[in-house]
Nanobody, 125 residues
Framework: QVHLVESGGGSVQAGGSLRLSCAAS????????VGWFRQAPGKERDGIAA????????LYADSMKGRFAISQDSAENTVYLHMNSLQPEDTAMYYC??????????????????WGHGTQVTVSS
């Protein structure tokens, strides 16, 4: 069973930055993908970015390119989401998720088998 724990959320003023972490344990294969999602109250869960364990290929939602960056520390089984120039509309619960192998639907929540409990990001104006 894969276990994911997010951390690094908090409150920040507009224009600020945060780095979220997704620490994983329990992988039984070396090929997997980790994605970051966010969900604001009353809204759907949206895909932000994803990264493949093998090769480090990254994928981004078009609206997130430039301000958000995903990276990984394979030795630590940790995936990061670097967020810059945060705005109040970025306020949401942020989740990481994982699945084994490849699929084309990296931005679809149902494509993932494992989820963390989330970390809250609040951006004030």
């Amino acid at each position: 069973q894969v276990h994911l724990v997010e951390s690094g959320g908090g409150s920040v003023q507009a224009g600020g930055s945060l780095r979220l972490s997704c620490a994983a344990s329990g992988y039984t294969a070396s090929s997997y993908r980790v994605g970051w999602f966010r969900q604001a109250p009353g809204k759907e869960r949206d895909g932000i970015a994803a990264i493949y364990s093998n090769g480090g290929r990254t994928l981004y939602a078009d609206s997130m390119k430039g301000r958000f960056a995903i990276s990984q520390d394979s030795a630590e089984n940790t995936v990061y989401l670097h967020m810059n120039s945060l705005q109040p509309e970025d306020t949401a619960m942020y989740y990481c998720a994982a699945r084994y192998g490849y699929s084309s639907m990296w931005y679809v929540p149902n494509d993932y088998s494992y989820w963390g409990h989330g970390t809250q990001v609040t951006v004030s104006s």
